[in-house]
């Protein structure tokens, strides 16, 4: 769920889930109200252009008729969002010809403080988490990597309005992006989920607060992915992201089941080369979709390391730069890797949720 932001990380595309965006972004610190949601308001003071914008309108008519909606409420909803006018430049493209580190990005989401906060959340959540693997597949550990990279258990879900999220980067989305109609008709696909989601729930449409880019929750859903992939893990016949543990790990382990994560398959296996036929570029043509089984990988220079010798499935070369002066890092990525970046799509962000799983799991051992 996240990439759009100015991090080593982000590949560019188009998200499913933008979740991680909020790290590190809005530097939300959650404070907690008395409902329980993250501090109720937006950091940002924006204009309150919509409901005198045709283009705006236009929509709120669309959405109404096309899920079924009241008009006017979609209107006044929609007309009462914020332009938040520091948000539309946060979706543009870093700066070209960066060298990624892959070092200096681990070292955002794995230190002595989230592994501490991941093992009292794997211990307080432990029965649930092996529901979740026994129900949907997923280990705790990935689970566990998830939640931590997101939000630090929910430390940091981000205090932007959703609404004013959503409109301004439905509306006002930089016309200097590369990609810019295709990511405005994401947003605009968001806010129309958002806004059916609300309206069924009876909820104000106003309070949920999320990262700059409308991702909520411990595990940083998009309003779509909530829509598709969340499930009431509690049987309290609602769906809680923001408060409810046992929600936020069924929901995570239902997505990773939902994009083909396989119960016992490594993520990734250690590489290393056997120069002489060594055939990188074609190896990494592919980048992170596995397209080699095991014999031809070997067969290009790449040799996978125990168990990974005998995959059975496609594996893929992962290549992690470690900026301009160090060699880079490769692991042999399976299909689960590969799931894993349909979460957020960074083969930097998938190793840093394998690397805090590992880390957290090593520690609840000692
Ligand atoms: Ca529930």
Known sequence: MRFFLPKPSRTAAAVVLLAACCLGSSGASAQKSANGRNGAASPVRGTIPYATRDDAMQFADEVAARRGLDREWVRATIGSARLLPNVPRLMLPGPVGTVKNWQTYRGRFIDPVRIAAGVRFWRDNAATLARAEQVYGVPPEIVVGIIGVETIYGRNMGNF????????????????????????????????????TESRTAEDPLVPVGSYAGAMGMPQFMPSSIAKYAVDFDGDSRIDLVNNTADVIGSVASYFKAFGWKAGMPATYPVHFDEARLQKALLLAPDILPSFSADSFVAAGAVPEGEGLRHKGLLALVELQNGADAPPTYVAGTRNFYVITRYNWSSYYAMSVLDLGQEVKAAMEQ
């Open 161 to 196: 309005r959703v609404i004013d999220a959503l409109a301004t980067l439905s509306f006002d989305f930089p016309q200097g992006h590369p990609r810019a109609a295709e990511r405005e008709a994401f947003f605009r696909g968001e806010l129309e989920s958002f806004l059916s």
